[in-house]
C-alpha cells in the first residue's frame, strides 16, 4: 500500500472517532429512573435529520466536518466527569440512537491515457551539390544557339521527294531532293529543278531554267567541311518588238546563259569558352558563257582570323576576288583585294564594331581605297527593341553574270566599270513588337560613284539593252521596313517595302530603277492534309530614255513603264504521307505588266501536280 492510501485511511479513522465521540457527547440529558424502570425510546423521526445533516457535511468536506466536532473526552473514567454526578459512580447509561455511517467524496480521477502513437514528422535526408556553372545574362546582345526542331513522331522518315507538274502556256515544272538520311556527322545530298513558259502573246516569248546541284557537309570534333557543286541553265530569246510598228519579218535570237560553280568551306565549331579562337576559310568560284562570245571566270578566296580577350574580339577578315572578263571587243582581268581589320566590344546592352576596309583594285582599273566599316547596336527597349546604325564602304566588282541575271535581255560586249559605294550609312530599329511579331525599320544614305543603270540600245542592236553608268556620285536615300508576324504555328504572314529617292550625277533619271517596291506573302497550314501560301509583289512606275514619238531634244519625253501589282497562290493536299497534289497559280489579276520595254511579262498560268516522298 503506497503512501497516498495510507494517508486516506488514517485520515478517515480519525474522523470515524471524532464523529463517534461527538454523538456521544451531544446525545440528550438522561433522567436517572428507579431501577426497574425501563427507558424509553428516543422518537426515531428526528434523530436521523441531524444524522443527515452531518452526513451531508462530512460529504462536502471531511476536513471542515472534523473541526466542527467539540472536542470530548472519551477517557474511561466512570462519569467522573459529569458535573452533576456526585457520587462518581462507574454506572452509566448511554442510549445509541443510530450507528455512524461516514459517507466519501469521490475521488477526482484524471480519465485520459498516454497517447502511444509515434506521430514524429519524417525528415527525408538533404543532399546538396553545388552547381559549377557561369551565370549568363539573357539581355546581353550575343550570339544565338541554333534551336533543335521538335521531332514529329507520326511523320515517316523520308530522305527524298519530287514533284512533277504541268499547266497552261506550255508550263513544265519539276523538282527533286535528294540526301542521305538522319545523321549528324555526315550530311550528302544533290537536287534538280526544271521550270518553263511558252508565252502566247508574242513569237518565241519563251523562258527556260534549269538547275543541278550537290553538296556535302562533315561536321568533325573542331571544324566543320562543307561544299557545293551547281551548274544552271537559262534559256530565252530577245522576242520583243515595238508593237506599234511591227517589223516585216522577225527571227527572235536565242540567248542561253551557263554556269558552273563550287564551292567549299572549313570552319572552326562554335564553342562556348572564355577567350576563343576562332577561324573560317572559304573558297567560291564560277565559269561562265552565253550563247554568243561571252566568258567569264571568278574565284573569291576569303577567311578571317577573330580572338576573344574578355569583353574584346579582335580580328581580320579578308578575301582575294579574281576574275577575268572575255567578249568580241575585249578579253581583261578585273580584280580586287580587300582586308577588314576590326575590334568589337561587346557590353551588357550595346555592340560596337570599329574597323576599316581597305580595297585595291588591280586589272583594267587600278585605285586604292580606305573605307570605314563600323557598326553599333544598342538596346532601347531590353530584349524588345534595339538601335542600329552602321557605316561602310566598298568597291563593287562590274560583273557579265550579274548584270544578265538583272536583265536577261543584255546585248552583247556589256561595258565593265567598277561602281564604288563611297559612304553607306544606315540607322534604324529592329526587334520585337509583341510575342510572333517582328519588324526591323530603317531610313539609308548612300554616295555611289558609277551608278550603273540598264537602257536601250534600240537605235543599234533593235530589242537589246546595254549598261550605262552615272559619272560622279549619284545619292540614294531610302527606306526599308521588314514585318513578320506569326500569328500561331499554322499561319505566318510577312511583308517588305523599299522606298527610295535618287539625286543622279550627271543622268536625267534613275533608268529602269523603281522607287517603290512591295513584297508581301503568308502561308496557312489549314489542317493536317491541306496548306496554302499566297504572295503579292507590288513594282512603282519606272522610266526608260527611249523616246516617246513626238518628242523633241529640246523638250523630251522618256518611255514611261506604268506599275503593276502581281498576286500568286497555290494549294497543297496531302492524300497520305508520302502523296500529294498541289496546284500554283500566277499573275492572278493578268496584268498586262512590263518590266523592261518592249518586253511584256506573262499573263495568268496555271499549273499542277503531284509530290511524292520516299
Not at 122 to 138: C, F, G, T
Not at 559 to 574: E, H, L, M, P, R
Amino acid at each position: 500500500m503506497n503512501q497516498r492510501h495510507t494517508i486516506a485511511l488514517l485520515t478517515l479513522l480519525m474522523v470515524f472517532f471524532f464523529f463517534t465521540a461527538s454523538a456521544q457527547t451531544k446525545k440528550p440529558a438522561v433522567k436517572k429512573q428507579p431501577a426497574k424502570t425501563t427507558a424509553k425510546p428516543v422518537s426515531k423521526a428526528k434523530t436521523p435529520a441531524k444524522s443527515t445533516t452531518v452526513q451531508k457535511a462530512g460529504a462536502k468536506n471531511l476536513g471542515d466536518a472534523a473541526s466542527k466536532v467539540a472536542a470530548a473526552d472519551t477517557t474511561k473514567k466512570g462519569g467522573q466527569n459529569n458535573p452533576n454526578n456526585n457520587n462518581s459512580s462507574l454506572a452509566e447509561e448511554i442510549v445509541v440512537t443510530t450507528s455512524y455511517k461516514p459517507v466519501l467524496a469521490e475521488a477526482v480521477k484524471i480519465r485520459r491515457n498516454p497517447d502511444l502513437e509515434d506521430k514524429t514528422p519524417y525528415k527525408a535526408p538533404l543532399n546538396y551539390v553545388p552547381l559549377d556553372k557561369k551565370l549568363s545574362q539573357d539581355n546581353n546582345i550575343r550570339q544565338l544557339d541554333a534551336m533543335k526542331r521538335p521531332q514529329e513522331q507520326d511523320s515517316i522518315q523520308t530522305n527524298n521527294y519530287a514533284k512533277v507538274g504541268i499547266g497552261s502556256m506550255k508550263t513544265t515544272f519539276g523538282e527533286a531532293y535528294f540526301g542521305n538520311g538522319k545523321d549528324q556527322a555526315l550530311q550528302v545530298g544533290g537536287y534538280l529543278k526544271h521550270f518553263a513558259q511558252s508565252g502566247s502573246s508574242l513569237d518565241k516569248q519563251n523562258d527556260s531554267r534549269q538547275e543541278v546541284g550537290v553538296f556535302g557537309k562533315s561536321i568533325g570534333a573542331e571544324n566543320t567541311l562543307t561544299g557545293r557543286i551547281t551548274y544552271k541553265r537559262h534559256q530565252t530569246y530577245f522576242y520583243g518588238i515595238d508593237q506599234d510598228n511591227p517589223p516585216v519579218a522577225f527571227e527572235p535570237a536565242k540567248q542561253v546563259f551557263n554556269t558552273i560553280g563550287a564551292e567549299g568551306e572549313i570552319a572552326k565549331n562554335f564553342k562556348d569558352e572564355e577567350n576563343a579562337f576562332t577561324y573560317a576559310a572559304k573558297f567560291k568560284g564560277y565559269v561562265f558563257n552565253n550563247a554568243f562570245s561571252a566568258k567569264e571566270s571568278n574565284v573569291v578566296i576569303s577567311g578571317f582570323l577573330n580572338k576573344t580577350v574578355k569583353q574584346f574580339y579582335a580580328g581580320l577578315s579578308a578575301s582575294l576576288d579574281l576574275g577575268s572578263q572575255k567578249d568580241v571587243l575585249y578579253s581583261q582581268n578585273n580584280s580586287i583585294v580587300r582586308a577588314n581589320p576590326y575590334i568589337k566590344f561587346q557590353g551588357e546592352n550595346y555592340k560596337i564594331d570599329v574597323g576599316v576596309n581597305i580595297a585595291k583594285e588591280f586589272g583594267f582599273s587600278d585605285r586604292f581605297f580606305i573605307f570605314p566599316a563600323a557598326k553599333l547596336e544598342f538596346q532601347v527597349v531590353p530584349k524588345y527593341i534595339r538601335l542600329f546604325a552602321e557605316a561602310k564602304g566598298d568597291v563593287n566588282r562590274a560583273s557579265i553574270k550579274d548584270l544578265t541575271d538583272v536583265n536577261p535581255f543584255l546585248g552583247e560586249n556589256i561595258n565593265l566599270v567598277n561602281s564604288v559605294d563611297k559612304l553607306d550609312i544606315t540607322v534604324g530599329l529592329k526587334g520585337t513588337l509583341a510575342p510572333g511579331l517582328g519588324f526591323k525599320a530603317a531610313i539609308y544614305r548612300n554616295s555611289i560613284k558609277n551608278l550603273p543603270l540598264f537602257v536601250n540600245n534600240f537605235a543599234t542592236t533593235f530589242n537589246k539593252y546595254q549598261v550605262i553608268y552615272d559619272n560622279g556620285d549619284a545619292r540614294v536615300s531610302g527606306f526599308n521596313g521588314e514585318l513578320d508576324f506569326k500569328a500561331s504555328e499554322d499561319v505566318n504572314v510577312y511583308g517588305r517595302v523599299e522606298l527610295k529617292d535618287y539625286k543622279m550625277a550627271s543622268e536625267a533619271q534613275p533608268w529602269n530603277l523603281p522607287k517603290f517596291i512591295l513584297t508581301a506573302g503568308t502561308s496557312i497550314h489549314i489542317n493536317d492534309k491541306v496548306d496554302i501560301n499566297g504572295s503579292l509583289m507590288f513594282r512603282g512606275s519606272t522610266q526608260d530614255p527611249l523616246l516617246v514619238t513626238g518628242s523633241t531634244p529640246a523638250a523630251p519625253q522618256y518611255t514611261q513603264i506604268n506599275s503593276f501589282a502581281d498576286v500568286s497562290g497555290g494549294a497543297t493536299y496531302k492524300i497520305n504521307k508520302q502523296l500529294s497534289v498541289f496546284v500554283q497559280a500566277n499573275n492572278i489579276l493578268n496584268a498586262g505588266s512590263k518590266t523592261w520595254v518592249y518586253y511584256p511579262n506573262y499573263g495568268f498560268n496555271i499549273f499542277g501536280g503531284i509530290g511524292y516522298a520516299f
